[in-house]
């Protein structure tokens, strides 16, 4: 393989640096055959409508963060969304003062694709979408209203999600923005689809929607996103977790950790029995973020027994 003066260039850059590569992963990645394949074999199965979840667990130093961004690599090239964030005090996965929907913002906001691998695709995503109906549509001599209500009933199967009417109403709030060349109205629908509304107010006079992604709609609203992200044309969505040592080491009170240990298990338990759909997730943390019983997923017995190894999995 002839590697690019520009690939090239920004790799070693990027290692002088003592940083990730963002790009190129692929030509220096080494030692780590078994752990690449069962990744690739959970990007399959997300791609075939199935879900997934894993851990990645390591030291400080240990390569990590190397490793998740050579499978958010892997996963543009094989035509999945990516969205990544990490966790700090302020993002979470369950909280009550607007820490899990800041969570979610970030995660929207570092929305990749193959095309914007950089992040910042979801206008970009709706986009595609709309333009596909728009063609079909306009080119058999429908009209904008026909736009609308083709938009409301290809997102009828979504709706069984919570805020998945709200949703379709956004899209259509959005498609309304771009035809009448309304880039107040355009943007309100990214800021709701990005989870920045705080209140129902606002997103109502702005939308008319009586209901915003908030804390407690976090995990469905992902797999709602999930869901728009294969009717866009893509074949998933890979959703990548960093410090999960914050949730199980620096959160201020023992409540507020079991509260998001329980959200990891209905992710997990979602995953791993089918019930999500074209979603995985990949979460990153060291050693003591695990197998701490006092602190880490450990001390929670529900996820001790479904991540400790299993004695009768063993030899393959």
Avoid at 129 to 153: K, P, Y
Wanted: with cysteine; hydrophobic share 40%.
């Amino acid at each position: 393989m002839k590697i690019k003066r520009r690939e090239r260039d920004s790799i070693l850059q990027s290692l002088q640096a003592g940083l990730v590569p963002r790009q190129g992963l692929h030509l220096i990645q080494v030692g780590r055959k078994q752990e690449t394949e069962a990744l690739l074999n959970d990007l399959a199965r997300i791609r075939d409508g199935g879900s997934s979840f894993r851990l990645v667990v390591g030291r400080f130093g240990s390569g990590k963060s190397f490793f998740l961004n050579l499978i958010r690599h892997v996963a543009l090239q094989q035509n999945l969304v990516v969205v990544q964030a990490d966790f700090t005090m302020e993002r979470r996965l369950h909280a009550s003062g607007g820490e899990a929907r800041a969570l979610y913002s970030e995660l929207m906001r570092n929305m990749a694709t193959r095309a914007k691998p950089e992040g910042g695709a979801l206008a970009s995503v709706c986009t595609k979408w709309i333009s596909g109906l728009q063609q079909e549509i306009i080119g058999a001599g429908g009209d904008s209203s026909d736009v609308e209500s083709r938009i409301m009933t290809d997102l009828r199967d979504l709706q069984d999600f919570v805020g998945g009417f709200e949703f379709a109403e956004v899209l259509r709030a959005y498609y309304r923005g771009t035809v009448n060349g309304n880039e107040k109205e355009k943007a309100s629908a990214l800021r709701w689809l990005r989870g920045e509304y705080s209140t129902k107010t606002e997103a109502r006079q702005d939308l008319g929607v009586r209901r915003i992604i908030d804390d407690e709609s976090f995990y469905d609203s992902l797999k709602l996103m999930a869901g728009f992200c294969r009717k866009a044309g893509f074949d998933g969505m890979l959703v990548l977790f960093d410090e999960l040592v914050v949730l199980s080491h620096r959160l201020p009170s023992s409540r507020a950790r079991v509260a998001n240990f329980e959200a990891i298990l209905t992710i997990l338990n979602d995953s791993v029995q089918g019930h999500a759909e074209g979603i995985g997730f990949l979460f990153a943390g060291t050693d003591d973020s695990l197998e701490d019983k006092r602190r880490g997923l450990f001390s929670y017995e529900a996820l001790r027994s479904r991540l400790a190894e299993n004695q009768l999995a063993t030899g393959g």
